[in-house]
């Protein structure tokens, strides 16, 4: 029987729509919601961020945070990058900037 | 008894919210479904509709066009004129740069 790896954490496949994909209706419904907007605007403000710092910036439980998150990320809105255990997500400014220019900017002024 | 005017039709109040009200969650949740994406960007290159002719342009029933109409001018995207028993649809532009400049951009380009 062929050996299985040991550590799974950082070779989990996260799942994100390609860039082409991405989708303004499904965008716009993710950012419909004061919190993942506020979410998104640290993202741009202070870069990448694992989960538990973004709910204590938020002062959110981080089940809330984490589900929020999720629907970033499956919108194209966030990537998320596993780091041993850790869950670090970005805005994927550049996608969005390709695909709807100016977006991030207006979510952000 | 005082009189009441016998034509309600121009005078009727269609409520919208005024322009310093204009909430981006709001409204990034109003313009996250195709159909009213295609609504806005119908208004924005050919200016102000009424009702029937957003339906017809867009293939719909008259019904389901109100509904997502009522749903944009509540949020702030779009006002609603009465002239006499027309209802005239216009895209809130001005407002809308002025509160989040580039937005009406990012949905047309």
Chains 1, 2 share one sequence.
Do not use: W
Not at 21 to 49: C, E, S
Request: hydrophobic share 35%.
């Amino acid at each position: 029987m062929p050996s299985m790896p040991v550590n799974l954490g950082s070779r989990e496949k996260i799942p994100h729509p390609p860039t082409a994909a991405l989708d303004l209706p499904t965008i716009m419904r993710a950012l419909g919601d004061p919190l993942r907007l506020d979410l998104v605007r640290l993202l741009a403000r202070r870069g990448q961020r694992n989960c538990g710092e973004l709910s204590d910036l938020l002062g959110l439980p981080s089940s809330t945070c984490s589900y929020h998150l999720r629907l970033l990320r499956e919108a194209g809105v966030t990537r998320t990058r596993a780091e041993g255990t850790a869950r670090i997500i970005s805005l994927r400014r550049d996608d969005l900037e390709e695909r709807f220019p100016g977006l991030v900017d207006v979510l952000t002024s």
